[in-house]
């Protein structure tokens, strides 16, 4: 088919041209268009179908496969489509419909696919890059928020998140024990995300638990940085610094949504106090400032006297409370000026008076013209006209005279209706003018009174008076006072300011008081408290008081009602401490009542710590133990031990290996290097060494086997130096005897040359071995060293015993008595060591063949060890058991767990447990004095986790002290022991 261009090009012409065109022509086109709309109509289907499967990328791609479906579209849908299918109706030709609503959601998909593109685009970088699984997640969940039919974002983002949560526990536990405020933000965000799988809770609570603790703690100790420097500006007295620091101290705090702890707002309570009152006289002195620039703005203005006086008496007080002084060339203006208006007022005055008498005049005038009007209706109207003016007038100056005139000269006008009624209102009106005029001046003669010295203010009266006046001679009544009462004004209100500030001051070192009663009941402290805060909603509902005064009493009853919920928060917390009280003495349920109050108030600065000490938990255990081990060794060392004794040593042995080696000074090293062993080895000295591992065993069954055949032994004098072990005793000149190559082998017969048998008898190894056997059995834990030292000692010196029997004899029982007896393993190291490769007995089978031993190099070997050998003396094996028996003899401190660390107000100190006191005999071995002390991580020290650090004193058996130095690595909830 040709393109669909030319198609269309050829369908557009049939309208360009006059010609006639044969319907032939139109069926040719028409065809060939209802084709192109069919084909684009089936891609367009196809298209959708990916659409609707949720694969909008795969529509696309589809789409834009050449040709493009939508240029396609474009082409076919072209302007003079509708008129084209008219001409066509009119042949008897039928187009296909037209898939506009297919090209629709195509059209959305190309929408979609233009949002998903960057992503897309950011997805696949990352998918090369093998980004971390929660950067390429946090992209496909963007994908599927814009795509959320697509089946195939869903599915990777389901395999994704589970692949992802097996790496997560990892991160979150690496983020909490590293503290890493950040990396911990990340994760919160992470799990924040829409998930398709389940998060483990117990997930979500560790790393939230232990986000809100480093959060907390973190701001805290911004709180501190900034405290620390605001007192820093207080010291230098840099209150545009301080103020700067304060607004980002207030910041900070809004910002955490945490309440601030006691210590933080205590310490910075100076500087912010000095802060307020700095704010409070920049206001003042901008106060003072506008008040002296509108008083000189307005002294460059006619101003009248009034406004003036107004002006300076705001300028007066606002000068009092910035203890400020009014400039004198000021004052000299403002004099003047007031002077220049009041006596611009008088002449207005007397200028009124001339205009009263004028009216006057005016009045008798009208009333003569009245008089000799031409009518009677003429004199009514004008004398009607005349009362109209003074009902309409503001005062009826002047109205009584007129109507006196109009009573005694023209009575017979008052008969008009009209006139009757206008006269009666303006009878009242001059009623009503005297009886207002005779309260002002009740007013005025009240309030000028009031203004003299030694009375009492009536600033009542002078506003009522002011409010009534209405003449101008009543306007100039109360000018001639306003002055004296102003200043009256001015003094009364500096009066009930001092009285509030007294009373101010009073209660706020009544609060401090309260607060720093140590002798206190919690119920005495609590109404006390309640009085303060009733007592200063009393003092701020206080009429009258100047705006400063009021804000400070104000700012002073927000305080106390702050540092009272403080308070009372710290004491709901104390409460809260009690649980952790109750359960010192308990390790796993003071761990629990740790975590649980962590987890409860995690915002509370000390749940961090508290997090932190169960994590630790192991090395303070472990001083619950001391006592026991303690006791044990007493056990051991008390006399020679027996079974039970030495079941005591075990434990103590097994006691420092699980508890205490981690802890860095629980002993000395000389305990651990010479006591430690014997405690270790103490159960193979008991009264029956066969009872438990056996370890002399060896050493028995190899004398009890040389013990069980006698024998004699004879050596051959020439260099070859043949050894033979007879079983009967050599008696010359008898020559063939028999004799042994192995002690379970049968005998042997042979002929013996006469030259063997000088010197006879040798030394016997059956009697050595019966004697070794008898001294073995009988050992006891007294002469346990001693039987051993001389056996071993015996053997050595014994002449006759040939090398090899002689050298594994000596190993066996080194071997042996060192495993038993730590002293004999230290001062027989060296001849075990020489000894070490000597074979046994299985290894060297016929070795007691003197023929075979003649050119055996062992034999040789074993001669000249034996040779060079240098033996301990005893009494070196008795100065050894010595410094062991010392170190045993060392009296062991006592550890009694008293209490935990806690701070409060940036001091530290420690909360008393609650169990019940030490009975009479546990107080008779409890010394009265001892040291505190807790067990804390150590730093850098590879061969210890923990050690023992003092934190304080003990006194009396019940006064504690702490001495914690600055740098003091403690943490709250730490347990403290006392040392006795």
């Known amino acids: 088919m040709r393109n669909y261009q030319a198609l269309i090009d050829d369908i557009r012409s049939t309208f360009a041209t006059d010609e006639s065109i044969s319907p032939d022509f139109y069926r040719s086109l028409a065809g060939e268009y209802a084709v192109a709309c069919n084909k684009m109509t089936q891609r367009l289907k196809s298209c959708v179908s990916y659409l609707h499967a949720g694969n909008a990328a ?17 082409l076919l849908d072209f302007p003079e489509r509708e008129e084209w299918r008219q001409v066509l109706d009119a042949f008897g030709f039928q187009l296909p419909p037209f898939p506009s609503e297919l090209a629709r959601q195509l059209d959305d998909a190309y929408t979609q696919t233009a949002s998903l593109e960057p992503l897309l685009k950011k997805y696949r970088v990352f998918a090369i890059q093998r980004a971390p699984l929660g950067e390429r997640l946090m992209a496909l969940r963007s994908m599927t928020a814009i795509d959320p039919t697509n089946t195939g974002w869903l599915k990777d983002q389901e ?61 805290t100790h911004r709180l ?73 703005e307005e002294l460059q203005q006619e101003t009248s006297a009034d406004e003036l006086l107004r002006l300076h008496n705001a300028l007066t007080i606002a000068a009092q409370e910035a203890d400020a002084e009014i400039p004198a060339a000021l004052e000299e203006l403002y004099d003047d000026a007031w002077q220049n208006q009041k006596r611009k007022n008088k002449r207005r005055f007397h200028m009124r008076v001339a205009g009263v008498a004028v009216g006057v005049i005016a009045v008798l005038a009208l009333t003569v013209w009245i008089l000799h009007a031409q009518n009677e209706n003429h004199r009514q109207a004008v004398t009607l006209s005349a009362i109209n003016q003074f009902l309409n007038a503001a005062t009826p100056d002047g109205a009584e005279q007129f109507l006196q005139e109009l009573e005694t000269k023209n009575k017979k006008l008052l008969q008009s209706p009209l006139i009757a009624e206008s006269y009666g209102k303006l009878r009242e009106k001059i009623d009503a003018d005297k009886k207002r005029h005779e309260q002002f001046l009740e007013r005025f003669e009240a309030a000028k009174k009031s203004t003299a010295e030694g009375t009492t203010l009536d600033a009542t009266a002078f506003e009522q008076a002011e409010k009534s006046a209405k003449r101008n001679d009543e306007e100039e009544l109360l000018a001639s006072i306003r002055p004296r009462f102003e200043k009256r004004l001015v003094d009364e209100q500096q009066k009930k300011d001092a009285e509030f500030e007294t009373k101010l001051t009073e209660l706020s070192r009544r609060t401090a008081t309260v607060l720093n009663d140590p002798n206190l009941s919690l119920r005495d402290w609590q109404n006390d408290l309640q009085k303060i805060a009733d007592d200063f909603e009393r003092l701020i509902r206080t009429p009258e008081i100047t705006g400063s005064y009021m804000q400070r009493a104000k700012k002073a009853a927000a305080d106390f009602s702050q540092t009272r919920k403080n308070l009372e928060a710290e004491q709901k917390r104390r409460d809260e401490f009690q649980i952790l009280t109750a359960k010192i003495g308990d390790a796993q349920e003071f761990v629990q009542a740790l975590k649980a109050y962590a987890e409860k108030s995690p915002r509370q600065p000390e749940s961090a710590d508290f997090l932190a000490v169960t994590q630790t938990a192991d090395g303070w255990k472990a001083l619950l133990h001391a006592n026991e081990f303690r006791q044990l060794l007493a056990n051991v060392r008390s006399h020679a031990p027996q079974e039970k004794d030495a079941a005591d040593a075990a434990k103590a042995a097994a006691l420092y290996d699980t508890q205490f080696a981690k802890i860095r000074g629980f002993v000395s090293p000389d305990f651990k290097e010479y006591a430690m062993p014997y405690l270790q080895t103490a159960k193979y000295r008991t009264a029956d060494p066969l009872a438990d591992e056996k370890p002399l065993e060896t050493v028995l069954k190899t004398f009890r086997e040389l013990a069980q055949r006698e024998v004699w032994t004879i050596v051959n004098e020439s260099p070859t130096g043949a050894w033979y072990y007879l079983t009967e005793e050599p008696k010359p000149p008898r020559t063939f005897y028999p004799y042994i190559t192995d002690i379970k082998a049968a005998p042997k017969t042979k002929r013996f040359d006469p030259s063997y048998f000088k010197n006879l008898p040798k030394v016997n190894p059956y009697k050595f071995s019966q004697e070794s056997t008898r001294l073995l059995e009988k050992i006891t834990p007294e002469n346990w060293s001693d039987t051993c030292y001389r056996i071993v000692q015996t053997l050595n010196q014994a002449d006759g015993i040939d090398p090899i029997l002689k050298a594994v004899l000596l190993k066996r029982m080194i071997e042996t008595f060192a495993k038993c007896d730590p002293v004999f393993a230290d001062r027989f190291k060296k001849i075990a060591d020489d000894l070490k490769d000597v074979p046994d007995f299985d290894g060297m089978p016929n070795w007691m063949d003197g023929e075979k031993i003649i050119s055996d190099p062992l034999h040789r070997k074993c001669g000249n060890l034996l040779t060079r050998m240098s033996f301990p003396t005893s009494e070196e094996i008795q100065a050894a058991h010595r410094r062991v028996n010392e170190q045993l003899d060392v009296s062991f401190p006592q550890y009694r767990w008293i209490g935990y660390l806690l701070k409060k107000n940036d001091r530290w100190e420690m909360v008393a447990g609650t169990a019940e006191p030490a009975s009479d005999a546990e107080q008779s071995n409890m010394p009265a004095a001892g040291t505190l002390c807790v067990v804390h991580p150590t730093q850098n020290d590879a061969a210890f986790q923990y050690e023992i650090l003092p934190c304080g004193k003990w006194d009396a058996g019940k006064n504690a002290t702490l001495d914690l130095p600055k740098q003091f690595p403690a943490k709250q909830g730490e347990p403290v022991f006392v040392k006795f």
């Open 58 to 74: 795969e529509t696309v791609r589809l789409a834009e496969t050449e040709p493009n479906l939508f240029d396609i579209y474009n």
């Open 159 to 219: 395999l994704f998140e589970q692949e992802r949560l097996k790496t997560l526990d990892t991160e979150v536990e690496e983020a909490v024990a590293s503290g890493n405020l950040n990396a911990m933000r990340a994760l919160q965000k992470e799990l924040s995300q829409q998930w398709s799988v389940p998060i483990p809770n117990d997930l979500k609570d560790k790393l939230s638990v232990a986000f809100r603790g480093m959060y907390f703690q973190s701001v």
């Open 224 to 296: 501190k940085q900034l405290v620390e420097e605001l007192l820093q500006t207080y010291d230098d007295q840099n209150a545009d610094r301080g103020l700067s620091l304060l607004n980002e101290l207030q910041e900070t705090i809004r910002e955490s949504g945490m309440a601030v702890p006691i210590e933080i707002s205590d310490r910075a309570e100076p500087a912010v106090r000095w802060l307020d009152e700095e704010k409070k006289r920049r206001k003042i002195a901008a106060k003072y400032n506008a008040a002296l620039e509108e008083l000189k």
